[in-house]
């Protein structure tokens, strides 16, 4: 089992910069391939970003290449995304979420979610 909370979302106008912060307890942080997803009002939850165990592989979704930048700590059990160039179009609750095996853009094959975090980006 791990727990996870994301924090760091609030409301930003567009093109501002926010940072999102995943803190993760129980087992062992390292072990697990994390990633950020993002649901939006009336939509499907969808892939953000992923990394593998050690951080040295991340995959993003098209939307958001470029702009947001994914990351670890594993000293500190502690998952990052840095987002820049904010849309308001990425106004969403922002999950985290972690997984066993290998990096995924796949809801379905995470096991363990965070309680979500607000993004509001403002136009």
């Known amino acids: 089992q791990v727990q996870l909370v994301e924090s760091g979302g609030g409301l930003v106008q567009a093109g501002g910069s926010l940072r999102l912060s995943c803190a993760a307890s129980?087992?062992?942080?390292?072990?697990?391939?994390m990633g950020w997803f993002r649901q939006a009002p009336g939509k499907e939850r969808e892939f953000v970003a992923t990394?593998?165990?050690?951080?040295?592989?991340?995959y993003y979704a098209d939307s958001v290449k470029g702009r947001f930048t994914i990351s670890r700590d594993n000293a500190k059990n502690t998952m990052y995304l840095q987002m820049n160039s904010l849309k308001p179009e990425d106004t969403a609750v922002y999950y985290c979420a972690a997984r066993g095996i290998g990096v995924s853009r796949n809801i379905a094959e995470y096991e363990y979610w965070g309680q979500g975090t607000q993004v509001t980006a403002s136009s």
């Open positions: 129980g087992r062992t942080f390292s072990v697990f391939a």
């Open positions: 990394i593998n165990r050690g951080g040295g592989i991340t």
